[in-house]
């Protein structure tokens, strides 16, 4: 079963992990002081909600053996998951402020559908650029 897990960061700097689904009724969060804590704890709660229907006598279906997590990222957090990224660059790439881009991955503030559209896009357009690259 593939489920997708959001990371996003408060603006106290903690951070969390929700699903876009249950699993058999089951909706894990993951919460840290870190990324990857929030990361481990979601884990863990996937493997705890698995572990708690076999302990009650129920059979865990086919699908819900092997849990993948794709994980997607609110702006406040891309930046820290790609840390190899630079924020001033990749406004200038984006066409975005880069006072504004600071303030979206600080989280200061929300990008607007507009600015949200920029940040996708210049997005997909590095990664197929890193995708043809040829070394």
Known sequence: MKIIGT??????GYYSIYPDKSILNYSPFG???SMQEAK???MLAIEEGRQLLIE??????KECETIEVEYRYAISTIFEAFSFL???QFAKFAGINESKMRQYTSGLCDPGVKASKKIAEAMKTIGNSLLAAVI
């Open 7 to 12: 990371v996003e960061r408060s603006k106290t």
């Open 86 to 88: 630079n924020v001033s």
């Open 31 to 33: 919460y840290g002081d």
């Open 56 to 61: 009650e006598g129920m059979e865990l279906p």
């Open 40 to 42: 481990d704890d979601f």
